[in-house]
């Protein structure tokens, strides 16, 4: 079975500056993928970013990285210079080839960015 | 654009009323997915189908019905909706370890 946790709620960030959204996994497969979505306030699930689980290298998508530490089991976001545009819930996902590549999320955490 | 379409987007039924939620992709994936979004829970999954003529039941599958009517539409159905079936229902559909597109989502509320 997989599971995600995403222990932060809330978090709240002044414009410009940096935030880190936590993740941690949870599963028994050797191959997995992990993702990030961002869903603002008008409800569409927009994805962000990608990690393989063979993958040596952090993932980056512009203003998004990924810090991945498999001995953790965490893939924390990092999200850089934040904008106001970036207040949304933001969703933590793994996928495993033994789960028949089933998305599995978080709760999810609630960012909002102060002016 | 190639993506999910979803209908409808909203709806209100009464208890006991039976509906069917329509959802269809241009992405040519084999998988497409029905997801429940409630406060606080995230998104959990009911049902998914790993490729044309086959059907799983998910995390939460109590209450629904599903048909993979081909590759490109899959459709979930209540037949007797319930008030804790109140929810944002997403239609998705993925391939290996591509992202998922996802629709735009369906509000149902159930008086």
């Known amino acids: 079975a997989q599971k995600i946790t995403q222990t932060q709620p809330g978090m709240f960030v002044q414009e410009k500056e940096a935030v880190t959204l936590d993740c941690t996994y949870d599963?028994?497969?050797?191959?997995?993928?992990l993702f990030w979505y961002k869903q603002p306030s008008s409800g569409e699930m927009i994805f962000l970013i990608y990690q393989g689980s063979y993958d040596e290298q952090n993932a980056t998508e512009g203003r998004y990285s990924l810090n991945f530490q498999k001995a953790r089991k965490s893939a924390n976001l990092v999200i850089s210079a934040s904008q106001l545009g970036d207040s949304a819930m933001y969703f933590c996902a793994m996928r495993g080839a033994g789960s028949n590549y089933k998305l599995t999320f978080g709760k999810g955490t609630l960012l909002t960015v102060n002016p | 654009n190639a993506g999910v379409t979803q209908t409808p987007k909203f709806q209100v039924l009464k208890t006991g009323q039976s509906m069917t939620l329509q959802c269809a992709q241009d992405m040519n994936h084999n998988s497409m997915y029905w997801y429940r979004q409630d406060p606080g829970m995230g998104l959990r999954l009911i049902y998914y189908s790993a490729s044309e003529g086959t059907t799983d039941k998910g995390e939460v599958p109590n209450g629904y019905n599903v048909s993979r009517l081909n590759k490109r539409e899959f459709s979930l159905r209540l037949e007797s909706a319930a008030p804790s079936q109140t929810s944002v229902y997403f239609c998705a559909t993925g391939q290996g370890f591509v992202g998922y597109t996802f629709g735009s989502g369906t509000r149902l509320t159930v008086v």
């Open positions: 599963t028994s497969d050797q191959s997995y993928g």
